[in-house]
């Protein structure tokens, strides 16, 4: 396999270079580069199997490149910003890295890349630059707070205080930590787009967890994982085959 990393530090390039060597000796880092400039003459010129690419150059928002240069390679991003949409990373690139670069996390991603490879799915995927681009000039706003009727009187709760997310019967719930249940005008897709993705997951079609609500979790057949959240749950929370590998993912940062 042949990469490429786009960074304008030499310490974290240098130090990423030495952690895919020591990951994988039969990758081989084919340049090393510094700016949007440099970085979209190469590109111009030449291609490779994967990018590790940094999101702020010495001359911009990494972005910018593919304002450029049309590109078809799979990225895998690399940040000291978690602020910078996070969501927009997982849907549009084959993975995302938060400094500094842990050497497991590394290697969830480069078997990701190898594993969608193989099945050539990525080829099917396609990166919506103009959506990244947009959600770094516009950062997205999570919701802080939802507005929940409790009898006859309405509540303002925040979300910070909400455990986790369920449907039942057609209808969307929350559980507070304090174990109140509330129903909510939201479907879970909405949800997924307007929480905080460093806190919330979602494990399958019913269930959107917060990571502090996690308590065990157990493995099952076929790689799934069964959670006991707290407060506990009547409805079993399993994370689903399709999600696991990302939920891990989602944990170890």
Same mark, same amino acid.
């Given at each position: 396999?042949?990469?490429?990393?786009?960074?304008?530090?030499?310490?974290?390039?240098?130090?990423?270079?030495?952690?895919?060597?020591?990951?994988?000796?039969?990758?081989?880092?084919?340049?090393?580069?510094?700016?949007?400039?440099?970085?979209?003459?190469?590109?111009?010129?030449?291609?490779?199997?994967?990018?590790?690419?940094?999101?702020?150059?010495?001359?911009?928002?990494?972005?910018?490149?593919?304002?450029?240069?049309?590109?078809? %390679?799979?990225?895998?991003?690399?940040?000291?910003?978690?602020?910078?949409?996070?969501?927009?990373?997982?849907?549009?690139?084959?993975?995302?890295?938060?400094?500094?670069?842990?050497?497991?996390?590394?290697?969830?991603?480069?078997?990701?890349?190898?594993?969608?490879?193989?099945?050539?799915?990525?080829?099917?995927?396609?990166?919506?630059?103009?959506?990244?681009?947009?959600? %770094?000039?516009?950062?997205?706003?999570?919701?802080?707070?939802?507005?929940?009727?409790?009898?006859?009187? %309405?509540?303002?709760?925040?979300?910070?205080?909400?455990?986790?997310?369920?449907?039942?019967?057609?209808?969307?719930?929350?559980?507070?930590?304090?174990?109140?249940?509330?129903?909510?005008?939201?479907?879970?897709?909405?949800?997924?787009?307007?929480?905080?993705?460093?806190?919330?997951?979602?494990?399958?079609?019913?269930?959107?967890?917060?990571?502090?609500?996690?308590?065990?979790?157990?493995?099952?057949?076929?790689?799934?994982?069964?959670?006991?959240?707290?407060?506990?749950?009547?409805?079993?929370?399993?994370?689903?085959?399709?999600?696991?590998?990302?939920?891990?993912?989602?944990?170890?940062?």
């Amino acid at each position: 396999m042949e990469v490429i990393i786009i960074e304008d530090e030499q310490i974290a390039s240098d130090s990423l270079e030495q952690i895919i060597r020591s990951t994988d000796s039969s990758i081989r880092v084919l340049a090393k580069i510094e700016s949007v400039r440099n970085a979209v003459n190469w590109l111009i010129n030449n291609t490779c199997d994967l990018i590790f690419l940094d999101i702020q150059l010495s001359d911009g928002i990494s972005f910018t490149i593919f304002e450029q240069v049309e590109v078809k %390679i799979p990225i895998i991003f690399t940040t000291a910003y978690d602020q910078y949409a996070i969501k927009a990373f997982k849907l549009n690139s084959i993975d995302y890295l938060l400094k500094p670069i842990d050497i497991h996390e590394l290697k969830q991603s480069l078997f990701k890349y190898k594993d969608l490879h193989t099945s050539k799915s990525y080829e099917s995927k396609v990166i919506d630059f103009k959506e990244l681009i947009e959600s %770094i000039r516009n950062p997205v706003q999570y919701q802080s707070r939802f507005m929940v009727y409790a009898g006859q009187k %309405i509540r303002s709760v925040k979300v910070s205080t909400i455990a986790y997310f369920y449907t039942r019967e057609g209808s969307v719930f929350f559980c507070t930590n304090e174990g109140k249940q509330y129903d909510i005008d939201h479907t879970l897709d909405k949800l997924e787009q307007i929480l905080n993705p460093t806190f919330f997951f979602r494990i399958n079609r019913q269930f959107i967890v917060n990571i502090e609500a996690i308590d065990q979790m157990h493995p099952m057949s076929k790689s799934r994982l069964k959670l006991d959240l707290k407060p506990a749950s009547d409805l079993e929370a399993v994370v689903s085959f399709n999600h696991v590998q990302d939920f891990k993912s989602w944990l170890n940062r």
